[in-house]
């Protein structure tokens, strides 16, 4: 077994209540790595298609890397997947903080659950044992209460505890993971296959010290990566102002998701901006394990949108989810909504989108208040947003409508209101338009978890002659270009930016700690799973590793029905924005389909269904996956 990895992973059978480890090969680690490959590695070996997603038949996933727990910056998050209960597809999400290396620390590099216990339990795993204890005190619970009487019940204030919320536990369709009670595994609704399962929380304690193939180069590469960063412009901006500092930017190049995707300026952005947070109510700023960056806000309100610092700050993605999508410019009420989402486990950018639909649905005649429990949801009501996100997470009336997601929710509506609902495959859009971003056309129609906004560097990155494009050549990117271009030379670059990302979800990499937006370079990273394994590594073997991700998924789904017709777009993002959007920030459905056969082709797919050939499958040593059941 090569070094850097225990050799470990969990296996858990909720309905039998039956606990025991296996061994993989070390070719599996050195295929897969961790995160995202190996999590598709189990599902597409165990899980069989067509299952219901909130049944004791999904598998649920969590998965460390290879890196994790290695002393290095930017290398903390972990991977939770399963069949997703929101799209019927591949569900993931990644976190950082401190779970997944903890997990590591502990023995163990996954866990693999099947089944649903016949009570309500936790899964309490310390140095290399594991056991199943009572959760039914738990029920109800927010996560800051779990987490306090987990960590007391179990008399350790350093247990990282991973949890579905009260959301999960009614299976509210976008409810996430959350750990440390801020860092969230937050799209595709993880946190309600957990709480499907009666699988409340995964706390995990370790002392153990992990074993690499050579810890002096490791420790080398993490001193340097720490005396890049400050070196680096991106890296220090998110220091300073963490994700909000996007808000202006995008505001200011007309892209700011606003009123539901219908204007990209929102007139009270400045209220919302990161210099707004920084200046009225940021009480600190936490970082993940071993990261310097110290990205993530801490605030803190008083008065009637009270907020907790426990529950860490609003990112750049709840800002404008919660905030320009619904037209509220009221920081503080956007903080407490950010709040009552991590304590009750909600996806901030599903719950935001579901609500901007709402809101648009009442303005456009087809909802009332008497549809929506006498709410008034009006863009720019943030008393109503806020009444809106406990109805959700409560199931309780109009809310139980939107807990299933925006898709289903206006299929319930009718009368017209799937224009309105802002979807891929099922999962709301994220916060950034690809109308000024065309990269992100082909994020979000070909992502395999539905719309999504980490699939790939965003085009704004490799505009000109900068440090991020310099930094994102070793792996083919070389030549700047527009971020409205959409040819064949944006597919090209779109295909080696998604392996870039692919291949981070699978080695727990941070993109903001990470090239091309930061310090950790792509030949250090080759450089340090050297170190860490002791294998003869490069960062060609990453990048296949990245497509290897990709594929994987595109496998996946395929099993599970969905086809090229779901490599689609919502209606609204072919029409022009509010306010004389410029002509080259439109979008046609003609560059969108040309685009879409080009990307096909470039992954040897083919150019009509998406199907990847049996050539590329047997390159990337993908032949024994079965399509069919």
């Known amino acids: 077994?090569?070094?850097?990895?225990?050799?470990?992973?969990?296996?858990?059978?909720?309905?039998?209540?039956?606990?025991?480890?296996?061994?993989?090969?070390?070719?599996?680690?050195?295929?897969?790595?961790?995160?995202?490959?190996?999590?598709?590695?189990?599902?597409?070996?165990?899980?069989?298609?067509?299952?219901?997603?909130?049944?004791?038949?999904?598998?649920?996933?969590?998965?460390?890397?290879?890196?994790?727990?290695?002393?290095?910056?930017?290398?903390?998050?972990?991977?939770?997947?399963?069949?997703?209960?929101?799209?019927?597809?591949?569900?993931?999400?990644?976190?950082?903080?401190?779970?997944?290396?903890?997990?590591?620390?502990?023995?163990?590099?996954?866990?693999?659950?099947?089944?649903?216990?016949?009570?309500?339990?936790?899964?309490?795993?310390?140095?290399?044992?594991?056991?199943?204890?009572?959760?039914?005190?738990?029920?109800?619970?927010?996560?800051?209460?779990?987490?306090?009487?987990?960590?007391?019940?179990?008399?350790?204030?350093?247990?990282?505890?991973?949890?579905?919320?009260?959301?999960?536990?009614?299976?509210?369709?976008?409810?996430?993971?959350?750990?440390?009670?801020?860092?969230?595994?937050?799209?595709?609704?993880?946190?309600?296959?957990?709480?499907?399962?009666?699988?409340?929380?995964?706390?995990?304690?370790?002392?153990?010290?992990?074993?690499?193939?050579?810890?002096e180069r490791l420790k080398a590469i993490g001193k340097e990566v720490?005396?890049?960063?400050?070196?680096?412009?991106?890296?220090?901006?998110?220091?300073?102002?963490?994700?909000?500092?996007?808000?202006?930017?995008?505001?200011?190049?007309?892209?700011?998701?606003?009123?539901?995707?219908?204007?990209?300026?929102?007139?009270?952005?400045?209220?919302?901006?990161?210099?707004?947070?920084?200046?009225?109510?940021?009480?600190?700023?936490?970082?993940?394990?071993g990261c310097p960056i110290h990205c993530k806000r801490v605030v803190k309100v008083e008065g009637k949108y009270a907020t907790d610092p426990e529950f860490g700050g609003p990112e750049y993605e709840t800002l404008a989810s919660l905030g320009s999508l619904c037209g509220v410019d009221n920081l503080e009420a956007i903080a407490h909504g950010n709040e009552l989402c991590n304590r009750y486990g909600l996806d901030t950018i599903s719950t935001g989108v579901c609500i901007a639909f709402a809101m648009e649905c009442t303005e456009q005649g087809i909802l009332s208040p008497r549809d929506t429990d006498g709410i008034e949801l009006r863009f720019g009501n943030a008393d109503g947003m806020i009444q809106m996100i406990h109805k959700i997470a409560k199931r309780e009336g109009f809310g139980?409508?939107?807990?299933?997601?925006?898709?289903?929710?206006?299929?319930?509506?009718?009368?017209?209101?799937?224009?309105?609902?802002?979807?891929?495959?099922?999962?709301?859009?994220?916060?950034?338009?690809?109308?000024?971003?065309?990269?992100?056309?082909?994020?979000?129609?070909?992502?395999?978890?539905?719309?999504?906004?980490i699939e790939a560097p965003h085009d704004t990155s490799f505009m000109s002659e900068t440090p991020m494009l310099y930094a994102a050549n070793p792996a083919g990117i070389l030549e700047p270009m527009p971020a409205v271009e959409i040819g064949p030379r944006k597919i090209r670059l779109f295909v080696h930016a998604q392996q870039i990302w692919n291949f981070f979800n699978s080695l727990g990499i941070c993109n903001f700690a990470a090239a091309p937006y930061s310090a950790f370079t792509l030949p250090l990273i080759a450089d340090a799973l050297k170190a860490s394994t002791g294998w003869n590594t490069s960062l060609y073997e990453l990048m296949e590793l990245g497509e290897r991700t990709v594929t994987m998924a595109r496998l996946f789904n395929l099993r599970e029905g969905l086809s090229a017709k779901d490599d689609r777009l919502p209606q609204r993002l072919f029409e022009p924005l509010e306010a004389g959007t410029p002509r080259e920030k439109r979008l046609t459905e003609e560059e969108f389909r040309e685009a879409l056969r080009l990307y096909y082709g470039a992954m040897g797919w083919d150019p009509e269904t998406g199907v990847p050939t049996r050539g590329r499958l047997a390159f990337l040593g993908l032949d024994w996956v079965e399509l069919s059941a």
């Open 400 to 453: 139980d409508i939107l807990a299933d997601g925006v898709k289903e929710a206006a299929r319930r509506i009718g009368k017209g209101a799937e224009r309105y609902a802002l979807e891929i495959k099922g999962q709301e859009l994220p916060m950034h338009d690809p109308r000024g971003k065309k990269g992100l056309v082909l994020s979000y129609a070909t992502s395999p978890t539905g719309a999504d906004h």
């Open 1 to 215: 077994m090569p070094k850097g990895y225990n050799g470990r992973i969990l296996r858990v059978d909720l309905t039998e209540g039956r606990i025991w480890e296996e061994t993989p090969d070390e070719r599996v680690y050195r295929l897969y790595m961790g995160g995202s490959a190996l999590s598709l590695y189990y599902l597409l070996k165990e899980l069989k298609p067509g299952v219901d997603p909130l049944g004791p038949e999904n598998v649920l996933v969590f998965m460390s890397s290879v890196l994790s727990g290695a002393p290095i910056p930017g290398v903390p998050r972990y991977t939770v997947a399963a069949r997703s209960p929101l799209t019927g597809a591949f569900g993931e999400a990644e976190a950082g903080g401190f779970w997944g290396p903890e997990l590591k620390h502990a023995g163990f590099d996954g866990i693999v659950i099947k089944g649903r216990a016949p009570r309500p339990v936790y899964l309490w795993i310390k140095d290399g044992k594991a056991e199943l204890r009572d959760a039914s005190g738990l029920t109800g619970k927010d996560t800051g209460e779990v987490q306090r009487i987990i960590r007391e019940e179990l008399g350790d204030e350093r247990i990282r505890v991973a949890q579905c919320g009260p959301a999960g536990e009614r299976l509210v369709r976008y409810a996430c993971v959350l750990n440390e009670l801020k860092h969230a595994n937050g799209r595709t609704g993880m946190g309600a296959v957990m709480g499907s399962k009666n699988l409340r929380a995964v706390a995990v304690r370790g002392t153990g010290k992990l074993e690499f193939a050579d810890p």
């Open 226 to 289: 720490a005396d890049l960063i400050p070196q680096s412009p991106m890296a220090r901006n998110f220091k300073q102002y963490g994700t909000p500092v996007f808000v202006m930017p995008l505001n200011d190049s007309g892209i700011l998701p606003t009123r539901n995707f219908q204007a990209g300026i929102f007139e009270g952005a400045q209220k919302i901006s990161a210099e707004a947070m920084n200046q009225t109510i940021l009480h600190s700023t936490k970082g993940c394990y």
